[in-house]
């Protein structure tokens, strides 16, 4: 079973340009959830899809941030434009259950905004 | 405010030697506490679990201990071995919010041969 993967790994962009990451969770997997990690600070929520609807993006910083998935299967979290403290690592992670459980956790991808 | 704090922020352990890391909580609803092990370049993977129903559960080398009245549960690395050096993070959640994880700031744990 292929893991949850996330493109790019890296990215580097200019404060105000647009970037767009990409999460791939594990087939049959219904919930995907965001996460950020900035400086090293603890990882923190973002948002929580279901199939292809938002259940909760309280996490998200501000509407700079949108989030989709479509048809329920990846999902893309645009930033923009970009400032400086968007930097750090965002995680992607599904799980098959709503029911608290194992999420599984992609590489992330490193984001650094100058 | 921070929901979950996790201490110490570093460790360094000799190879045999028992590693503890600390956290503790507010959230008298959190019912699942999770531990997660993150290797350089890779994404935080599950290590062990608890939920509040049990004071302790152990999984080869490691254990959780959870202290309900306290609110503080801890992981404790028997025979710490290099191989264990590592990111680890604990983490809460709760049924209720569709069990999205709220985690500690991490612990680098370094085990010297």
């Known amino acids: 079973e292929a893991g949850v993967t996330q493109f790019p790994s890296h990215s580097v962009i200019e404060k105000g340009q647009t970037v767009t990451l990409r999460c791939d969770p594990i087939s049959g997997h219904d919930n995907l959830y965001w996460y950020r990690r900035v400086m090293g600070k603890e990882i923190k929520f973002l948002l929580h899809f279901v199939k292809e609807s938002k259940q909760d993006e309280s996490g998200m910083p501000n509407n700079r941030f ?10 893309t979290l645009k930033v923009q434009p970009a400032e400086l ?16 459980g194992e999420q599984y956790f ?6 650094t905004v100058t | 405010q921070q929901q979950v704090k996790q201490s110490p922020q570093s460790l360094i352990v000799q190879k045999g030697g028992i590693s503890i890391i600390n956290c503790a909580y507010e959230n008298t609803a959190f019912d699942y506490f999770p531990w997660y092990q993150q ?3 890779k994404g935080p993977a599950l290590l062990i679990a608890i939920r509040p129903d049990v004071s302790e559960k152990k999984e080869g080398r490691f254990t959780i ?49």
């Open chain 2, 39 to 41: 290797f350089p370049g």
């Open chain 1, 66 to 75: 949108l989030a989709e998935r479509t048809g329920g299967t990846y999902s």
């Open chain 1, 85 to 100: 403290e968007d930097s750090g690592v965002y995680f992607c992670a599904s799980s098959r259950t709503r029911v608290t």
């Open chain 2, 65 to 113: 201990s959870f202290n309900k009245s306290a609110k503080q549960f801890s992981l404790h690395i028997m025979d710490s071995q290099p191989g264990d050096s590592a990111t680890y993070f604990c983490a809460a959640s709760y049924s209720t919010s569709g069990s999205r994880l709220t985690f500690g700031e991490g612990t680098q744990l370094t085990v010297n041969p």
């Open chain 1, 106 to 111: 992609g590489p992330g991808t490193r984001l």
